[in-house]
């Protein structure tokens, strides 16, 4: 069962990073209602994929590798709890503006999205890229038993 867990936990996790990814390359294309409707999409696989992240990480936290003890005492265990709320805190906005967008697919017209937020959106999901990179060298180090 654990390895069941480990490697929903790996799937989610590049499932999450392939969602980011893709999200960046859509907001550079010439905006369409097409482009925001898969732009949207991603978003959902993006949640989907957050969701199912912190569940599993929860249940090996508590149930499925080293006891729940070993990782309250981990400082990168903690860095990653850190930079996981700060990347779920920072995807607010793009998540917002997204959904903000189906009133006007609903009605057939072009969301609004001028250069300004289209460059912050870049900025953000970019950040958020790093952010996920920084989450996976705290993953290896907890794992590995390394205390920063
Ligand atoms: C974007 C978010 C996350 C990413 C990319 C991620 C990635 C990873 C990776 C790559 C590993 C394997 C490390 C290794 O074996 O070398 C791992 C392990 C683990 N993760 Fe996550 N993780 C994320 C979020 C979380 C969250 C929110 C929790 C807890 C609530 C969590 C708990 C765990 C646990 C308990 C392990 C097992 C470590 C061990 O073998 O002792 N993860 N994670």
Redesign the pocket.
């Known amino acids: 069962m654990h390895i069941f867990i ?1 490697f929903l ?2 799937l ?2 590049f499932g ?2 392939s969602a980011l990814v893709a999200e960046l390359a859509l907001l550079q294309l010439s905006f369409s209602q097409e482009v925001a409707k898969k732009i949207r999409a991603f978003d959902a696989l993006y949640g989907a ?2 969701g199912l ?2 569940l ?3 249940l ?2 508590m149930y ?3 006891a729940p003890d ?2 309250l005492h981990s400082a990168p ?1 903690l860095l ?2 850190g ?2 709320a700060l ?1 779920g805190l920072i995807s607010l906005y793009p998540t917002i503006v997204f959904l903000k967008w189906g009133a006007s697919l609903k009605a057939g017209a072009l969301p609004p999205l001028s250069a300004g937020q289209r460059q912050n959106l870049l900025r953000i999901l970019a950040l958020e890229l790093f ?2 990179l920084g ?2 060298l705290a ?2 180090l ?4 390394v205390q920063i």
């Open positions: 480990a936990h790996h989610a996790a999450l990073v994929c957050a992240i912190v599993m990480g929860a090996r936290v499925f590798e080293k070993y990782y265990f990653k709890m930079l996981f990347v952010g996920v989450i996976i993953a290896v907890m794992a590995k038993g």
